[in-house]
């Protein structure tokens, strides 16, 4: 979610916003800014704590070199709006061209691959495999929690975090059913509500593994 205008108000904004047009050093923060090298360090401190900047390399010149900084690329992700729109109308160009079958493998294909990226459930009980697959959810965005009904376990989540993509293409959920299985190392079944304003998840386990 992008960070809110008061947060680009602030001292610390206001150093991303520069970092975000050119890598700077300190001295060069502390100049645009009007403020101390020490504030700025200070500053930095805590941003790069909270993973906002990094350090780019070092800087030489005529002097003793120095270390420059610019945002992290989770930042810049954290900020973007067209990652949904571009999913949105990708998703809708796919359902156009692919018949339902082919589409099919191709998103289950890409949840596999989403799957590939993401750390694996380690062998243990059902129950833990799928918290371990809810808490990478929860990590993505999403609101979910594990839950037994009818006497099967199952991931149900409380809205969609891809709510815009599966609007324009419901077999989206096939991607999210996918790469929950593979990171399970069970089988896993889409049970989704995509009946009101806002589509919820449900996969429910079907073969333990």
Same mark, same amino acid.
């Given at each position: 979610?992008?960070?809110?205008?008061?947060?680009?108000?602030?001292?610390?904004?206001?150093?991303?916003a520069?970092?975000?047009?050119?890598?700077?050093?300190v001295?060069?923060?502390?100049?645009?800014?009007?403020?101390?090298?020490?504030?700025?360090?200070?500053?930095?401190?805590?941003?790069?704590?909270?993973?906002?900047?990094?350090?780019?390399?070092?800087?030489?010149?005529?002097?003793?070199?120095?270390?420059?900084?610019?945002?992290?690329?989770?930042?810049?992700?954290?900020q973007?709006?067209?990652?949904a729109?571009?999913?949105?109308h =990708?998703?809708?160009?796919?359902?156009?061209?692919?018949?339902?079958?082919e589409?099919?493998?191709? =998103? %289950?294909?890409?949840?596999?691959?989403?799957?590939?990226?993401?750390?694996?459930?380690?062998?243990?009980?059902?129950?833990?495999r799928?918290?371990?697959?809810?808490s990478?959810?929860?990590?993505?965005?999403?609101? %979910?929690?594990?839950?037994?009904?009818?006497?099967?376990?199952a991931?149900?989540?409380?809205?969609?975090? =891809?709510?815009?993509? %599966?609007?324009e293409?419901?077999?989206?959920?096939?991607? %999210?059913e996918?790469?929950?299985?593979?990171?399970?190392?069970?089988?896993l079944?889409?049970?989704?509500?995509?009946?009101?304003?806002?589509?919820?998840?449900?996969f429910?386990?079907?073969?333990?593994?």
């Amino acid at each position: 979610m992008p960070w809110p205008k008061r947060f680009f108000e602030s001292t610390r904004g206001k150093l991303v916003a520069l970092l975000r047009r050119r890598e700077l050093t300190v001295d060069e923060m502390a100049t645009a800014l009007g403020v101390t090298d020490n504030a700025v360090r200070a500053q930095l401190a805590a941003l790069e704590r909270d993973q906002l900047v990094e350090p780019r390399g070092v800087r030489r010149g005529g002097g003793k070199p120095s270390q420059a900084y610019g945002p992290t690329a989770q930042f810049e992700l954290s900020q973007s709006r067209a990652y949904a729109a571009l999913l949105r109308h =990708l998703v809708h160009e796919l359902g156009d061209r692919l018949k339902g079958p082919e589409l099919e493998r191709l =998103l %289950v294909a890409a949840g596999r691959r989403w799957a590939a990226e993401l750390p694996q459930a380690p062998a243990g009980p059902p129950r833990d495999r799928l918290a371990h697959a809810a808490s990478l959810l929860e990590q993505l965005g999403a609101a %979910v929690e594990v839950e037994q009904a009818d006497g099967a376990l199952a991931i149900r989540g409380f809205g969609c975090p =891809l709510g815009v993509a %599966v609007h324009e293409q419901p077999r989206t959920c096939a991607a %999210v059913e996918a790469m929950l299985s593979a990171v399970v190392g069970a089988k896993l079944k889409e049970h989704c509500d995509r009946t009101g304003r806002a589509p919820s998840c449900r996969f429910v386990l079907t073969r333990p593994g």
